[in-house]
C-alpha cells in the first residue's frame, strides 16, 4: 500500500471509528438538532409549542431569528446571537443579507436539519445556502391563506426536503404550484390549540370586566402591516363615522410601533378608537370582543376557530383570500360604505352562542414528530463540526484506531 493510499486509509479509519465510538458512548449528544430560521411572529409564535417538546425530550435545538421574531425569542437559550442586525420595521421583507454575513452563519452553524419559514428573502437565502451544503430543509408554512405564485414563499417548493401546512386549502395550493404530494405534511396550526386552550380557561364575563367593557357592544381591531396597510386601516376608521354605542379597541401587530394608526385617527377626529394595553393579550381581548375586524391578520383564523364574529375589511384592488373567506363562512367589505352599512346591521352573538371546538388537534406534537424524522436522519460525516456538539477526545480515537490495526 503507497504512502498516499495509506494516509487515506488512516484518516477515514480515525473518522468512522469516532463516529461509532461517539454514537455509542453520546447518543443523545450527537444530534446536534435542527436550527429555526425564523422572521415572522406568526410562524413563531405558531412554532414555540415545537420548542417545548424538544426541552421537554432533552433535545438540542438552536434559534437564528430576524426582525420582529428576534424580539420574541432573544432571551431564550437556544437563540443564537450572531451579531446580524434586522431591524424589524424598515427592513423590506425581500431584502437579502450581505454576502459576508451570510459566510459568517455558515462558519458559526452546523446544524443537522433546517426548518425555516417561508415569508422573507433572508429564509429563502439561508435555505438555499444551507441546502447546497448538504443540510435537508424543511419549511413551515403557518398561514391559511393558500400560496399564490407570486409570493415569495413559492421559492420554497423547490427548496424544501418537506414543506409543513397548516390546512388541505394551502397543501392544495403548494402542490398545485409544483410540490409533489410526497413532500406536503399536513399539521394542523399550534397557535391554534394554544388559543383554544387559552379560551377554555376564560371566564368571558371577568374579562370584559377587566377590561371595561360593561354593555356596550366591543370590536376589536387587529393590527398588521405592509405596503397597503396604512390606506386599509383608514379605511376602517371613515366606515365607523356612524357608529354609535360600540366601543373599538386595536390591537397593535407587534411589528407596529402604532405610529400610523394614531396619525391617522389624530387626523380623522376619531373618538371611539383606543389602543389595547401590550399587558392585555391578544387571545383575551378577542374573547371580549363581539366583533374582531382586520386586514389580513392571522387572528381573524384563530378568531373564528373559537367561535367570534369575523369581518375582513380590506382594499378592492386586494388579491388576498383565506380559505374562510371563500367558503363565505366570514364576510368581507372593500369600502367605507360598505363597512358602514354592515355595522348598521350586524348584531351581535347572544352568549349562547359561542361555541368553542372541545377537539384538540395536537399540531405542534405532529410538527415534533415531523421533524423527529429528520433529526434520525442525520448524517454522521459532519458529526465533527464544532457547533451543536461536544468532540471526543482525539487520545481515545487513535488509541482505538491503534488496536485495530495491529
Same mark, same amino acid.
Given at each position: 500500500m503507497s504512502e498516499i493510499k495509506h494516509s487515506k486509509y488512516i484518516s477515514q479509519l480515525v473518522c468512522d471509528t469516532a463516529v461509532l465510538l461517539y454514537e455509542h458512548m453520546h447518543e443523545k449528544a450527537l444530534r446536534r438538532g435542527p436550527l429555526?430560521?425564523?422572521?415572522?411572529?406568526?410562524? !413563531?409564535?405558531?412554532?414555540?409549542?415545537?420548542?417545548?417538546?424538544? /426541552?421537554?425530550? =432533552? @433535545?438540542?435545538? /438552536?434559534l437564528l431569528a430576524f426582525g420582529t421574531a428576534e424580539t420574541l425569542v432573544k432571551d431564550y437559550p437556544e437563540f443564537l446571537g450572531l451579531g446580524i442586525q434586522v431591524d424589524r420595521l424598515s427592513w423590506p421583507r425581500e431584502q437579502e443579507l450581505d454576502s459576508d454575513q451570510v459566510e459568517h452563519l455558515l462558519t458559526h452553524c452546523h446544524p443537522t436539519f433546517l426548518v425555516s419559514g417561508m415569508v422573507s428573502g433572508i429564509q429563502r437565502q439561508l435555505a438555499e445556502k444551507f441546502r447546497a451544503q448538504g443540510v435537508p430543509v424543511v419549511a413551515y408554512y403557518d398561514s391559511f391563506s393558500p400560496l399564490k405564485a407570486n409570493e415569495l414563499g413559492v421559492h420554497f417548493l423547490d427548496l424544501a426536503d418537506q414543506i409543513l401546512v397548516p390546512s388541505e386549502e394551502v397543501a392544495e395550493s403548494v402542490r398545485r404550484l409544483g410540490a409533489e404530494e410526497e413532500r406536503v405534511e399536513l399539521v394542523g396550526q399550534p397557535t391554534l390549540d394554544g388559543w383554544l386552550q387559552s379560551v377554555q380557561n376564560m371566564n368571558r364575563s371577568e374579562v370584559r370586566k377587566n377590561l371595561g367593557v360593561l354593555t356596550e357592544q366591543l370590536i376589536l381591531y387587529a393590527g398588521g402591516y405592509g405596503r397597503d396597510y396604512e390606506e386599509a386601516f383608514e379605511m376602517f376608521c371613515l366606515g365607523l363615522a356612524n357608529i354609535q354605542e360600540i366601543r373599538v379597541i386595536v390591537a397593535l401587530h407587534p411589528k407596529s410601533n402604532g405610529k400610523i394608526e394614531k396619525g391617522i385617527i389624530d387626523?380623522?377626529?376619531? &373618538?371611539?378608537?383606543?389602543? +389595547? #394595553?401590550?399587558?392585555? &393579550?391578544?387571545?383575551?381581548?378577542?374573547?371580549?370582543?363581539? @366583533?374582531?375586524?382586520? *386586514?389580513? &391578520? #392571522?387572528? =381573524?383564523? *384563530?378568531?373564528?376557530?373559537? =367561535? /367570534?364574529?369575523? @369581518?375582513?375589511?380590506?382594499?378592492?384592488? !386586494?388579491?388576498? %383570500?383565506?380559505? @374562510?373567506?371563500? %367558503? $363565505? *363562512?366570514?364576510?368581507?367589505? +372593500? %369600502?367605507?360604505?360598505?363597512?358602514?352599512?354592515?355595522?348598521?346591521?350586524?348584531?351581535? $352573538?347572544?352568549? #349562547?352562542?359561542?361555541?368553542?371546538?372541545?377537539e384538540t388537534l395536537g399540531s405542534a406534537k405532529k410538527i415534533y414528530h415531523c421533524l423527529q424524522k429528520w433529526d434520525k436522519r442525520r448524517s454522521s460525516h459532519n458529526f465533527l463540526k464544532k457547533d451543536f456538539c461536544v468532540q471526543p477526545e482525539p487520545g481515545i480515537v487513535l488509541s482505538i484506531v491503534s488496536k485495530k490495526m495491529k
Amino acid at each position: 500500500m503507497s504512502e498516499i493510499k495509506h494516509s487515506k486509509y488512516i484518516s477515514q479509519l480515525v473518522c468512522d471509528t469516532a463516529v461509532l465510538l461517539y454514537e455509542h458512548m453520546h447518543e443523545k449528544a450527537l444530534r446536534r438538532g435542527p436550527l429555526f430560521v425564523l422572521y415572522d411572529a406568526g410562524e !413563531t409564535l405558531a412554532l414555540e409549542p415545537v420548542f417545548a417538546f424538544f /426541552r421537554e425530550n =432533552g @433535545l438540542p435545538f /438552536r434559534l437564528l431569528a430576524f426582525g420582529t421574531a428576534e424580539t420574541l425569542v432573544k432571551d431564550y437559550p437556544e437563540f443564537l446571537g450572531l451579531g446580524i442586525q434586522v431591524d424589524r420595521l424598515s427592513w423590506p421583507r425581500e431584502q437579502e443579507l450581505d454576502s459576508d454575513q451570510v459566510e459568517h452563519l455558515l462558519t458559526h452553524c452546523h446544524p443537522t436539519f433546517l426548518v425555516s419559514g417561508m415569508v422573507s428573502g433572508i429564509q429563502r437565502q439561508l435555505a438555499e445556502k444551507f441546502r447546497a451544503q448538504g443540510v435537508p430543509v424543511v419549511a413551515y408554512y403557518d398561514s391559511f391563506s393558500p400560496l399564490k405564485a407570486n409570493e415569495l414563499g413559492v421559492h420554497f417548493l423547490d427548496l424544501a426536503d418537506q414543506i409543513l401546512v397548516p390546512s388541505e386549502e394551502v397543501a392544495e395550493s403548494v402542490r398545485r404550484l409544483g410540490a409533489e404530494e410526497e413532500r406536503v405534511e399536513l399539521v394542523g396550526q399550534p397557535t391554534l390549540d394554544g388559543w383554544l386552550q387559552s379560551v377554555q380557561n376564560m371566564n368571558r364575563s371577568e374579562v370584559r370586566k377587566n377590561l371595561g367593557v360593561l354593555t356596550e357592544q366591543l370590536i376589536l381591531y387587529a393590527g398588521g402591516y405592509g405596503r397597503d396597510y396604512e390606506e386599509a386601516f383608514e379605511m376602517f376608521c371613515l366606515g365607523l363615522a356612524n357608529i354609535q354605542e360600540i366601543r373599538v379597541i386595536v390591537a397593535l401587530h407587534p411589528k407596529s410601533n402604532g405610529k400610523i394608526e394614531k396619525g391617522i385617527i389624530d387626523r380623522l377626529g376619531i &373618538s371611539c378608537i383606543e389602543f +389595547l #394595553s401590550r399587558e392585555v &393579550s391578544t387571545v383575551e381581548a378577542v374573547c371580549a370582543a363581539d @366583533l374582531i375586524v382586520t *386586514q389580513r &391578520s #392571522s387572528v =381573524g383564523v *384563530q378568531a373564528h376557530f373559537i =367561535g /367570534r364574529d369575523v @369581518l375582513y375589511v380590506d382594499l378592492e384592488k !386586494t388579491h388576498y %383570500s383565506n380559505s @374562510l373567506i371563500e %367558503s $363565505k *363562512q366570514v364576510d368581507r367589505v +372593500l %369600502s367605507a360604505e360598505a363597512l358602514d352599512h354592515y355595522l348598521f346591521t350586524w348584531k351581535p $352573538k347572544n352568549e #349562547s352562542a359561542y361555541k368553542i371546538s372541545r377537539e384538540t388537534l395536537g399540531s405542534a406534537k405532529k410538527i415534533y414528530h415531523c421533524l423527529q424524522k429528520w433529526d434520525k436522519r442525520r448524517s454522521s460525516h459532519n458529526f465533527l463540526k464544532k457547533d451543536f456538539c461536544v468532540q471526543p477526545e482525539p487520545g481515545i480515537v487513535l488509541s482505538i484506531v491503534s488496536k485495530k490495526m495491529k
